[in-house]
Antibody, heavy 122, light 110 residues
């Protein structure tokens, strides 16, 4: 079945780095843009970043721009989020989420992973 | 980019209809038809309920409908059921290759 599985979360000190991964299965990964969305404890959803189906276009929320990098390896059906200079406010459950349509970004997301938890704390 | 404005909570009885509003600006909700709605039961992955203002994905009940007027989008749930109790989030494209979510609305089915 169509599935996204995140991994790589954990506890990290402020200022350190972490890389999240998202393994896709059950669909043609290379045909879809993929987003990262996060939810801090007790807070709402926050969009983090998106990468186009072929990896050529990447866009970020202002809150992570310059610190986070989204990338993908279509040969491995895997999405990544490299998170540098982490702050306590980056603590959240991070979801990878598939775009609704192939090849384009229409900002609707139809397949969500279960999420991986990142805790930034000293 | 500020979050879209949603009521913190709404409630209704089984069988009733409720509407959740999502207010933005002409730079997001009012400017584009890329408004989506998500249902989120705590501890589970969010679920897409409406995309592009008023379209339902396959498998979503026709009790869920979306609309937009000016800078405000709305999600209406008719024939409320207990399993509809969840958090609901709207989202909108912002015109600068970014996405913004609403603050979320907790729906209680009394």
């Amino acid at each position: 079945q169509v599935q996204l599985v995140e991994s790589g979360g954990g506890v990290v000190q402020p200022g350190r780095s972490l890389r999240l991964s998202c393994a896709a299965s059950g669909f043609t990964f290379s045909s879809y843009a993929i987003h990262w969305v996060r939810q801090a404890p007790g807070k709402g959803l926050e969009w983090v970043a998106v990468i186009s189906y072929d990896g050529t276009n990447k866009y970020y929320a202002d809150s992570v721009k310059g610190r986070f990098t989204i990338s993908r390896d279509n040969s491995k059906n895997t999405l990544y989020l490299q998170m540098n200079s982490l702050r306590t406010e980056d603590s959240a459950v991070y979801y990878c989420v598939r775009e609704r349509w192939v090849l384009v970004v229409t900002w609707g997301m139809d397949v969500w992973g279960q999420g991986t938890t990142v805790t930034v704390s000293s | 980019q500020s979050a879209l404005t949603q009521p913190a909570s709404v409630s209704g009885s089984p069988g009733q209809s409720i509407t959740i509003s999502c207010t933005g600006t002409s730079s997001d909700v009012g400017g584009y038809n890329f408004v989506s709605w998500y249902q989120h039961h705590p501890g589970r992955a969010p679920k897409l309920m409406i995309y592009e203002v008023n379209n339902r994905p396959s498998g979503v009940s026709n009790r869920f409908s979306g609309s937009k007027s000016g800078n405000t989008a709305s999600l209406t749930i008719s024939g409320l059921q207990t399993e509809d109790e969840a958090d609901y989030y709207c989202s909108s494209y912002t015109g600068s290759s970014t996405l913004v979510f609403g603050g979320g609305t907790k729906l209680t089915v009394l």
